[in-house]
């Protein structure tokens, strides 16, 4: 890389500022400089700013074409809309991976998980289209294109070819959204004939809920619309031992953000009680994407050094170490 790369960092609300900030100390002691310009989202940029997604901020993360974000809450039946899926939607960041890994020293339900989620990020009920037709009748647009399944088909394909990946499964319900989700799994068959060497096949959503609860262990990597990525996601990270260790990266053509799965937990916000490993592993991503795979894999490395040893465990994970005591233990070890 030449010069030094600048990155948006976005705080957010209730337990992101904690996170972020070990995130940003972690990334510090990997020696790779990053010059982060602050700017705000959700509900603190509503009470500074008069508005939950300043221009500001976007046009920061525009010029940048890299972001660390912390959740932001987003209020739930009525006020302003999920500032993720506008960030998603107008910076056009179409595809959602979330990898899923057992992590060594995590009790969970499964060892030896290790696959993928690619999310397509930009419409299907996220449209925003909804209305009320007649009162106590509402109407909820699912919109599913061709160029963006196809798109999101390339991106999973390509992803899979990079990164060694042998499988990748369609998740869908064509069997009862027939034209929507019918042309999302037409697509994926159609990039899917470019890739022999990857294996493809499809499952309906409900049965692909079952067999992962049965046997994580079964995928490879799976490729879904939006809403079915959603809740799939936060099934995974359930599986491996819980949100506090569920990345994501949010890649568009022109620039990605990176954010942990989890939201903004307003029941432990302000604490110094939140996993912020989440969010570190998120960091590990940014760096893989600005070409610091090695620092990115010293993060990696690091933080399962860490639960392996089990000294310094978060709450959420049976121990009593704090949000920032997880991160200067993760950095001392980048350091020595
Ligand atoms: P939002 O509305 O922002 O999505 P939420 O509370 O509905 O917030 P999450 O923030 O994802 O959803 O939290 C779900 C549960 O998981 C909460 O009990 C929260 O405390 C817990 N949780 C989420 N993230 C973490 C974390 N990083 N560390 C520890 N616990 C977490």
């Keep these: 890389m030449t010069g030094i790369r600048k990155g948006t960092l976005i705080a957010g609300d209730g337990i992101g ?3 972020v900030s070990a995130t940003v100390r972690v990334l510090e002691a990997t020696g790779v400089v990053i010059e982060w310009e602050a700017e705000v989202a959700g ?6 700013e008069g508005t939950p997604l300043p221009q500001k901020t976007l046009d920061s ?15 739930i039946g009525s006020g302003h809309a999920s500032i993720n899926v506008a ?24 060892d030896h998980v290790d696959l993928v989620i690619v999310r397509e990020n930009t419409e299907d009920l996220y449209s925003g289209l909804e209305h009320i037709v007649v009162p106590g009748v509402v109407e909820s647009i699912k919109v599913i294109t061709e160029k963006a399944s196809t798109r999101i088909a390339k991106f999973a394909f390509a992803y899979a070819r990079e990164n060694g990946r042998k499988r990748i499964t ?8 027939k034209l929507s989700d019918g042309l999302f799994l037409d697509c994926c068959a159609r990039v899917a004939a470019d890739y022999p060497e990857i294996k493809y096949d499809d499952i309906i959503v409900d049965n692909c ?6 046997d994580p262990t079964r995928f490879d990597m799976l490729l879904l619309e939006n809403l079915y990525g959603d809740i799939v996601s936060d099934l995974c990270a359930g599986l491996v031992g819980g949100l506090g260790l569920a990345p994501g990266a949010n890649i568009g053509e022109r620039g990605a953000t990176f954010e942990a799965v989890h939201g903004s937990a307003p029941d432990i916000a302000g604490m110094n009680l939140a996993n912020p490993i989440a969010l570190i592993l998120s960091g590990a991503m940014l760096l893989d994407y600005i070409g610091e795979n090695a620092a990115g894999t010293r993060v990696r490395n690091a933080v399962s050094s860490l639960l392996m040893e089990g000294k310094h465990l978060p709450h ?6 704090s949000t920032s005591e997880v991160a200067e233990a993760i950095a001392t070890r980048l350091s020595s």
């Design 170 to 177: 369609a998740v869908h319900k064509a069997n009862i959204m």
């Design 87 to 110: 960030l998603r939607k107008t910076l056009d960041l179409y595809a959602n991976v979330r990898p899923v890994k057992s992590m060594p020293g995590v009790k969970s339900r499964y």
């Design 209 to 214: 809920c079952m067999q992962l609860v049965l």
């Design 17 to 19: 500022p904690e996170v």
């Design 316 to 321: 959420d994970l049976g121990g009593s170490a």
């Design 61 to 75: 993360i525009r010029t940048n074409g890299l972001a660390l974000k912390g959740p932001t809450t987003t209020p």
């Design 43 to 48: 509900a603190m940029a509503i009470a500074l």
